[in-house]
Protein backbone atom coordinates (compact mmCIF):
# COMPACT_ATOMS: atom_id res chain seq x y z
CA UNK A 1 0.00 0.00 0.00
CA UNK A 2 1.44 3.17 -1.13
CA UNK A 3 0.96 6.29 1.51
CA UNK A 4 1.06 9.86 0.80
CA UNK A 5 0.60 12.68 2.76
CA UNK A 6 -0.63 15.99 1.23
CA UNK A 7 1.25 18.73 3.36
CA UNK A 8 -1.42 21.48 3.49
CA UNK A 9 -0.71 22.33 7.41
CA UNK A 10 -3.37 21.51 9.78
CA UNK A 11 -5.46 20.47 6.95
CA UNK A 12 -2.43 17.96 6.02
CA UNK A 13 -3.97 14.52 5.11
CA UNK A 14 -2.77 11.07 4.24
CA UNK A 15 -4.02 9.64 0.63
CA UNK A 16 -3.82 5.67 0.40
CA UNK A 17 -3.59 3.73 -3.12
CA UNK A 18 -3.74 -0.13 -3.14
CA UNK A 19 -5.54 -2.97 -3.12
CA UNK A 20 -7.92 -2.99 -0.77
CA UNK A 21 -7.62 0.07 0.46
CA UNK A 22 -11.12 0.85 0.95
CA UNK A 23 -10.79 -1.24 4.45
CA UNK A 24 -8.73 0.91 6.14
CA UNK A 25 -11.56 3.42 6.42
CA UNK A 26 -12.01 3.29 10.11
CA UNK A 27 -8.51 3.62 10.91
CA UNK A 28 -8.32 7.31 8.76
CA UNK A 29 -11.93 8.74 10.32
CA UNK A 30 -11.30 12.05 11.81
CA UNK A 31 -11.48 11.32 15.87
CA UNK A 32 -14.52 11.70 17.68
CA UNK A 33 -16.65 11.20 14.72
CA UNK A 34 -19.67 8.70 15.79
CA UNK A 35 -21.79 8.82 12.57
CA UNK A 36 -20.51 8.32 8.68
CA UNK A 37 -22.79 9.03 6.11
CA UNK A 38 -21.94 7.54 3.12
CA UNK A 39 -22.95 8.87 -0.02
CA UNK A 40 -22.57 7.26 -3.32
CA UNK A 41 -24.65 6.21 -6.61
CA UNK A 42 -26.64 2.63 -6.37
CA UNK A 43 -24.57 2.12 -9.71
CA UNK A 44 -21.34 1.80 -7.94
CA UNK A 45 -20.90 -1.65 -6.88
CA UNK A 46 -18.26 -0.69 -3.86
CA UNK A 47 -19.68 -0.84 -0.48
CA UNK A 48 -17.76 0.28 2.54
CA UNK A 49 -17.70 -0.29 6.21
CA UNK A 50 -17.19 2.58 8.47
CA UNK A 51 -16.97 0.70 11.38
CA UNK A 52 -19.20 3.70 13.32
CA UNK A 53 -22.44 3.96 12.77
CA UNK A 54 -23.64 4.36 9.04
CA UNK A 55 -26.17 5.22 6.88
CA UNK A 56 -26.31 5.23 2.85
CA UNK A 57 -27.48 8.22 1.03
CA UNK A 58 -27.76 7.99 -2.80
CA UNK A 59 -27.45 10.87 -5.28
CA UNK A 60 -28.97 9.97 -9.04
CA UNK A 61 -26.71 8.59 -11.52
CA UNK A 62 -24.78 10.19 -14.18
CA UNK A 63 -23.69 13.48 -14.69
CA UNK A 64 -26.49 15.26 -13.83
CA UNK A 65 -26.68 14.34 -9.95
CA UNK A 66 -23.86 17.49 -10.02
CA UNK A 67 -26.34 20.03 -9.42
CA UNK A 68 -27.24 22.43 -6.18
CA UNK A 69 -30.46 20.58 -5.83
CA UNK A 70 -28.21 17.77 -5.17
CA UNK A 71 -26.52 19.01 -2.54
CA UNK A 72 -30.07 20.50 -0.82
CA UNK A 73 -31.38 17.24 -1.04
CA UNK A 74 -27.86 15.54 0.72
CA UNK A 75 -27.75 18.41 3.33
CA UNK A 76 -31.68 17.67 3.96
CA UNK A 77 -31.12 14.28 4.48
CA UNK A 78 -27.97 14.77 6.96
CA UNK A 79 -30.07 17.00 9.13
CA UNK A 80 -33.14 14.39 9.43
CA UNK A 81 -30.45 11.76 10.20
CA UNK A 82 -28.80 13.70 12.33
CA UNK A 83 -25.58 13.80 11.43
CA UNK A 84 -23.65 16.38 13.85
CA UNK A 85 -20.70 18.87 12.97
CA UNK A 86 -17.88 16.27 14.84
CA UNK A 87 -19.32 13.37 12.56
CA UNK A 88 -18.23 12.37 9.05
CA UNK A 89 -19.37 12.54 5.30
CA UNK A 90 -17.60 9.60 3.04
CA UNK A 91 -17.81 9.84 -0.41
CA UNK A 92 -17.68 6.47 -2.64
CA UNK A 93 -17.68 6.85 -6.45
CA UNK A 94 -15.86 8.39 -8.96
CA UNK A 95 -15.89 12.27 -9.37
CA UNK A 96 -19.99 13.54 -9.58
CA UNK A 97 -19.39 11.65 -6.25
CA UNK A 98 -16.82 13.44 -4.87
CA UNK A 99 -17.64 16.69 -5.79
CA UNK A 100 -21.20 16.32 -4.62
CA UNK A 101 -20.48 14.88 -1.44
CA UNK A 102 -17.43 16.88 -0.65
CA UNK A 103 -19.70 20.40 -1.42
CA UNK A 104 -22.37 19.22 0.60
CA UNK A 105 -20.05 18.48 3.51
CA UNK A 106 -18.17 22.38 3.29
CA UNK A 107 -21.45 23.69 3.51
CA UNK A 108 -22.85 21.46 6.08
CA UNK A 109 -23.03 22.82 9.53
CA UNK A 110 -20.48 25.37 7.86
CA UNK A 111 -18.07 22.38 7.33
CA UNK A 112 -18.19 18.69 8.06
CA UNK A 113 -14.98 16.19 7.54
CA UNK A 114 -15.16 14.59 4.38
CA UNK A 115 -13.03 11.30 3.51
CA UNK A 116 -13.30 10.11 -0.24
CA UNK A 117 -13.63 6.56 -1.43
CA UNK A 118 -12.47 6.82 -4.74
CA UNK A 119 -13.64 4.11 -7.16
CA UNK A 120 -12.66 5.34 -10.77
CA UNK A 121 -9.21 5.55 -12.16
CA UNK A 122 -10.11 9.35 -13.03
CA UNK A 123 -11.26 9.92 -9.37
CA UNK A 124 -8.27 8.37 -8.08
CA UNK A 125 -5.61 9.95 -10.29
CA UNK A 126 -7.65 13.50 -10.36
CA UNK A 127 -10.61 14.57 -8.81
CA UNK A 128 -10.39 12.91 -5.25
CA UNK A 129 -7.39 14.40 -4.76
CA UNK A 130 -6.76 18.38 -3.58
CA UNK A 131 -10.23 19.61 -1.99
CA UNK A 132 -11.95 20.71 -5.20
CA UNK A 133 -15.83 20.74 -4.58
CA UNK A 134 -17.91 21.84 -7.35
CA UNK A 135 -21.58 21.61 -9.14
CA UNK A 136 -22.84 22.72 -12.78
CA UNK A 137 -25.17 25.28 -12.84
CA UNK A 138 -27.67 25.41 -16.43
CA UNK A 139 -25.14 28.41 -17.49
CA UNK A 140 -21.54 26.01 -17.00
CA UNK A 141 -19.84 23.02 -15.08
CA UNK A 142 -18.35 23.29 -12.27
CA UNK A 143 -19.41 26.86 -11.05
CA UNK A 144 -20.62 26.75 -7.66
CA UNK A 145 -18.56 25.21 -5.13
CA UNK A 146 -15.87 25.68 -2.66
CA UNK A 147 -12.24 24.67 -1.63
CA UNK A 148 -12.90 21.97 0.92
CA UNK A 149 -9.80 19.51 1.74
CA UNK A 150 -11.08 15.73 2.54
CA UNK A 151 -9.45 14.24 6.00
CA UNK A 152 -8.33 11.28 4.31
CA UNK A 153 -8.54 9.83 0.52
CA UNK A 154 -8.64 6.07 -0.27
CA UNK A 155 -7.93 4.86 -3.60
CA UNK A 156 -8.64 1.36 -3.84
CA UNK A 157 -7.11 -0.27 -7.04
CA UNK A 158 -9.29 -3.53 -6.49
CA UNK A 159 -12.18 -0.88 -7.25
CA UNK A 160 -11.19 -0.35 -10.86
CA UNK A 161 -11.49 -3.64 -11.87
CA UNK A 162 -15.66 -2.75 -11.17
CA UNK A 163 -15.04 -0.30 -14.38
CA UNK A 164 -16.62 -0.45 -17.90
CA UNK A 165 -13.92 -1.02 -19.77
CA UNK A 166 -14.25 2.47 -21.71
CA UNK A 167 -14.65 4.34 -18.30
CA UNK A 168 -10.94 2.85 -17.31
CA UNK A 169 -9.62 3.84 -20.76
CA UNK A 170 -11.26 7.35 -20.33
CA UNK A 171 -8.78 7.32 -17.21
CA UNK A 172 -5.75 6.57 -18.29
CA UNK A 173 -6.64 9.86 -20.67
CA UNK A 174 -6.20 11.98 -17.58
CA UNK A 175 -3.07 9.69 -16.08
CA UNK A 176 -1.54 10.48 -19.83
CA UNK A 177 -1.10 14.16 -18.78
CA UNK A 178 0.77 13.04 -15.73
CA UNK A 179 3.68 11.79 -18.12
CA UNK A 180 4.01 15.14 -19.20
CA UNK A 181 4.16 16.75 -15.67
CA UNK A 182 7.13 14.91 -14.66
CA UNK A 183 6.22 11.13 -13.49
CA UNK A 184 8.39 8.76 -15.39
CA UNK A 185 8.09 5.58 -17.19
CA UNK A 186 4.41 5.85 -16.45
CA UNK A 187 3.67 3.37 -19.50
CA UNK A 188 5.72 0.30 -17.98
CA UNK A 189 4.83 0.95 -13.87
CA UNK A 190 1.82 -1.76 -12.29
CA UNK A 191 -1.75 0.09 -11.88
CA UNK A 192 -1.41 0.62 -8.43
CA UNK A 193 2.39 2.12 -8.75
CA UNK A 194 0.98 4.61 -11.96
CA UNK A 195 -1.94 5.41 -9.75
CA UNK A 196 0.44 6.37 -6.86
CA UNK A 197 2.70 8.39 -8.96
CA UNK A 198 0.34 10.61 -10.13
CA UNK A 199 -1.52 10.96 -6.94
CA UNK A 200 2.35 12.44 -5.57
CA UNK A 201 2.65 14.36 -9.02
CA UNK A 202 -0.72 16.18 -8.16
CA UNK A 203 -0.16 16.34 -4.80
CA UNK A 204 3.12 18.42 -5.19
CA UNK A 205 1.14 20.62 -7.63
CA UNK A 206 -1.45 21.28 -5.08
CA UNK A 207 0.38 21.45 -1.82
CA UNK A 208 2.34 24.63 -3.07
CA UNK A 209 -0.32 26.16 -4.67
CA UNK A 210 -3.67 25.13 -3.24
CA UNK A 211 -6.22 27.31 -4.67
CA UNK A 212 -5.10 27.54 -8.02
CA UNK A 213 -3.25 31.08 -7.95
CA UNK A 214 0.03 29.83 -10.29
CA UNK A 215 1.25 26.32 -10.22
CA UNK A 216 -1.76 23.87 -10.15
CA UNK A 217 -3.25 25.39 -13.26
CA UNK A 218 -0.63 23.10 -15.17
CA UNK A 219 -2.76 20.20 -14.04
CA UNK A 220 -4.90 21.50 -17.09
CA UNK A 221 -2.43 20.74 -19.52
CA UNK A 222 -4.69 19.03 -22.74
CA UNK A 223 -7.36 20.78 -21.24
CA UNK A 224 -8.88 23.85 -23.05
CA UNK A 225 -9.53 21.81 -25.96
CA UNK A 226 -10.87 19.12 -23.74
CA UNK A 227 -12.97 21.03 -22.28
CA UNK A 228 -14.51 23.04 -25.96
CA UNK A 229 -14.79 19.58 -27.39
CA UNK A 230 -17.15 18.91 -23.82
CA UNK A 231 -19.30 22.07 -23.68
CA UNK A 232 -20.06 21.43 -26.89
CA UNK A 233 -21.57 18.18 -26.79
CA UNK A 234 -22.24 16.41 -30.04
CA UNK A 235 -19.07 13.94 -29.86
CA UNK A 236 -19.64 11.27 -27.43
CA UNK A 237 -16.52 11.74 -25.68
CA UNK A 238 -15.49 10.71 -22.23
CA UNK A 239 -13.57 13.24 -20.24
CA UNK A 240 -10.44 11.46 -20.18
CA UNK A 241 -10.75 11.06 -24.39
CA UNK A 242 -11.55 14.43 -24.46
CA UNK A 243 -8.27 15.16 -22.40
CA UNK A 244 -5.80 12.95 -24.93
CA UNK A 245 -6.92 15.03 -27.74
CA UNK A 246 -6.66 17.75 -26.16
CA UNK A 247 -2.82 16.85 -25.08
CA UNK A 248 -1.65 15.80 -29.08
CA UNK A 249 -3.69 19.22 -29.84
CA UNK A 250 -1.55 20.80 -27.19
CA UNK A 251 1.73 19.67 -28.69
CA UNK A 252 0.95 20.20 -32.17
CA UNK A 253 0.60 23.96 -31.12
CA UNK A 254 3.42 24.22 -29.05
CA UNK A 255 5.08 23.14 -32.33
CA UNK A 256 3.96 25.46 -34.77
CA UNK A 257 5.35 28.03 -32.07
CA UNK A 258 8.72 26.42 -32.03
CA UNK A 259 8.10 25.37 -28.20
CA UNK A 260 8.83 22.09 -28.55
CA UNK A 261 10.28 19.68 -31.54
CA UNK A 262 9.38 16.82 -33.60
CA UNK A 263 10.54 14.07 -31.12
CA UNK A 264 8.32 15.54 -28.31
CA UNK A 265 5.40 15.80 -30.39
CA UNK A 266 6.54 12.23 -31.15
CA UNK A 267 6.66 10.87 -27.20
CA UNK A 268 3.08 12.71 -26.87
CA UNK A 269 1.72 10.12 -29.90
CA UNK A 270 3.67 7.24 -28.16
CA UNK A 271 1.85 7.83 -24.35
CA UNK A 272 -1.84 8.73 -25.47
CA UNK A 273 -1.30 5.90 -28.72
CA UNK A 274 -0.05 3.57 -25.83
CA UNK A 275 -3.17 3.76 -24.05
CA UNK A 276 -5.50 2.89 -26.85
CA UNK A 277 -6.59 6.73 -26.68
CA UNK A 278 -8.02 9.24 -29.66
CA UNK A 279 -5.23 11.27 -31.40
CA UNK A 280 -7.76 12.90 -33.67
CA UNK A 281 -10.49 15.08 -33.89
CA UNK A 282 -13.90 13.50 -34.17
CA UNK A 283 -15.38 13.56 -37.01
CA UNK A 284 -17.22 16.81 -38.32
CA UNK A 285 -16.07 18.95 -35.71
CA UNK A 286 -16.59 22.77 -36.91
CA UNK A 287 -13.28 24.39 -35.87
CA UNK A 288 -14.41 27.67 -35.85
CA UNK A 289 -17.27 26.39 -33.12
CA UNK A 290 -14.29 25.10 -31.08
CA UNK A 291 -12.19 28.30 -31.25
CA UNK A 292 -15.39 30.18 -30.48
CA UNK A 293 -15.93 28.12 -27.48
CA UNK A 294 -11.93 28.08 -26.24
CA UNK A 295 -11.96 31.76 -27.22
CA UNK A 296 -15.06 32.50 -24.40
CA UNK A 297 -12.33 33.39 -21.74
CA UNK A 298 -12.56 37.81 -21.32
CA UNK A 299 -8.80 37.36 -22.52
CA UNK A 300 -9.90 35.82 -26.23
CA UNK A 301 -9.32 39.43 -27.57
CA UNK A 302 -5.54 38.93 -27.19
CA UNK A 303 -5.74 35.73 -28.50
CA UNK A 304 -5.79 32.51 -26.64
CA UNK A 305 -4.63 30.27 -23.77
CA UNK A 306 -3.22 27.28 -23.25
CA UNK A 307 -1.04 25.50 -21.17
CA UNK A 308 1.95 24.14 -23.10
CA UNK A 309 5.24 22.83 -22.79
CA UNK A 310 8.18 24.19 -23.47
CA UNK A 311 11.97 25.04 -22.87
CA UNK A 312 11.48 25.45 -19.40
CA UNK A 313 8.40 22.87 -19.04
CA UNK A 314 5.07 23.23 -19.13
CA UNK A 315 3.79 27.03 -19.05
CA UNK A 316 0.32 29.36 -19.04
CA UNK A 317 0.44 30.90 -22.48
CA UNK A 318 -1.65 33.89 -22.95
CA UNK A 319 -1.87 35.89 -26.36
CA UNK A 320 -2.25 32.72 -29.07
CA UNK A 321 -3.80 34.00 -32.23
CA UNK A 322 -6.93 32.87 -33.17
CA UNK A 323 -5.15 31.98 -36.63
CA UNK A 324 -3.05 29.68 -35.17
CA UNK A 325 -5.30 27.99 -32.77
CA UNK A 326 -7.86 27.38 -35.68
CA UNK A 327 -4.45 26.15 -37.88
CA UNK A 328 -3.58 23.22 -35.66
CA UNK A 329 -7.47 21.84 -35.54
CA UNK A 330 -6.48 21.01 -38.85
CA UNK A 331 -3.88 19.15 -38.05
CA UNK A 332 -5.68 16.80 -36.03
CA UNK A 333 -8.86 16.49 -38.44
CA UNK A 334 -10.03 12.99 -38.42
N1 LIG B 1 -8.27 19.03 -11.75
C1 LIG B 1 -7.29 20.02 -11.57
C2 LIG B 1 -7.09 20.44 -10.15
O1 LIG B 1 -7.52 19.75 -9.25
O2 LIG B 1 -6.51 21.45 -9.91
Known amino acids: MHEIKVPLGERSYPVLVGAGARHRLLEVLPIGATRAAIVTQASIPVTVDAGIEQQVFYLDEGEEAKELASVEALCRDFAVWG ?5 VVVAVGGGVVT ?29 AIGGKTAVNLPEGKNLVGAFWQPSAVLCDTETLSTLPPRDYRSGLGEMAKYAFLGVRNLPDLAIEDAVAACVAAKVDFVSG ?18 HALETVDRYDLHHGEAVAIGLIYAAHLARRLGRIDDDWVAEHYRIVGGYGLPERLPEGVDPDE ?8 KKATHGLTFVLDGPAGLEVVSGVSQDLVRATLNDLAG
Open 83 to 87: LRRTD
Open 99 to 127: DVAGFAAAVYHRGVAVVHVSTTLLGQVDA
Open 290 to 297: LVRVMGRD
Open 209 to 226: DERESGRRALLNYGHTLA
